[in-house]
């Protein structure tokens, strides 16, 4: 089937401007994860969704940054005046909720802001 | 808090020669996941080979094997008969067992496999 999907690939923002991003993970899988990656770096952990409830939200690292997922499928990562430090690639994965060690990832939107 | 630390950023290999990336991480978890995932120029991240704590006998899967040594917190994997293809940013990673929702990265290592 196909896998997790991320749109769009790429976005360039002005500093200042909202930005969305779409994940689609795979279909009938429970846990979707956001990780933010930073050039040259490991990703780190955003958020973690099981079905609609975000059951973490710690990683976020300001309140300009929101993710949802209202029917438990598709989510959007918002991100709120955007500053240049939000410049990375934003990482989608998801997983069965049984087996969130096996955790399938799309390939990412690449956001630069100018 | 855990931590996961890859000590070498870039590594090269001779296609078909054997090398061994690096990796310590720390937590004070009795049961929790290990993984190396490599990340492909186009930036997929794929699941390489993944370690249960609890379980004393290392992961294998075809080319990809891993020592790993629970009292050291060292897990380093080994890659034999390099291929081109496995040329990428390898990165280890961690996950607590129960009440583990994120994954720790490290830095990554960059390995180039050379013809």
């Known amino acids: 089937g196909a896998g997790v999907s991320q749109s769009p690939r790429y976005k360039v923002a002005k500093r200042g401007q909202d930005v969305a991003l779409r994940c689609d993970p795979i279909s009938g899988h429970v846990s979707l994860f956001w990780y933010q990656q930073a050039l040259g770096q490991g990703p780190e952990f955003l958020t973690y969704?099981?079905?609609?409830?975000?059951?973490?939200k710690s990683g976020l690292p300001s309140d300009r940054f929101f993710a949802e997922r209202p029917e438990g499928s598709v989510s959007t990562l918002k991100i709120q005046r955007t500053q240049q430090e939000d410049s990375a690639v934003y990482l989608c994965?998801?997983?069965?909720?049984?087996?969130?060690?096996?955790?399938?990832f799309g390939p990412g939107t690449r956001l630069t802001v100018t | 808090a855990q931590t996961v630390t890859q000590s070498q950023p870039e590594m090269s290999v001779q296609e078909a020669e054997t090398v061994t990336l690096s990796c310590t991480y720390d937590?004070?978890?009795?049961?929790?996941?290990l993984f190396w995932y490599k990340q492909p120029p186009s930036r997929q991240m794929i699941l390489v080979i993944r370690?249960?704590?609890?379980?004393?006998q290392n992961a294998t899967e075809n080319r990809f094997s891993v020592n790993f040594q629970k009292a050291a917190k060292s897990f380093s994997l080994k890659i034999s008969d390099s291929q081109l293809g496995d040329t990428a940013m390898y990165f280890c990673?961690?996950?607590?067992?129960?009440?583990?929702?994120?994954?720790?990265f490290g830095a990554g290592t960059r390995l180039f496999v050379k013809a």
């Open positions: 990673a961690f996950m607590k067992d129960t009440g583990g929702f994120k994954t720790i």
């Open positions: 370690q249960e704590a609890y379980k004393q």
């Open positions: 969704f099981q079905n609609e409830a975000q059951l973490d």
């Open positions: 994965a998801s997983s069965l909720a049984q087996k969130r060690y096996e955790q399938y």
């Open positions: 937590t004070s978890e009795n049961n929790y996941y």
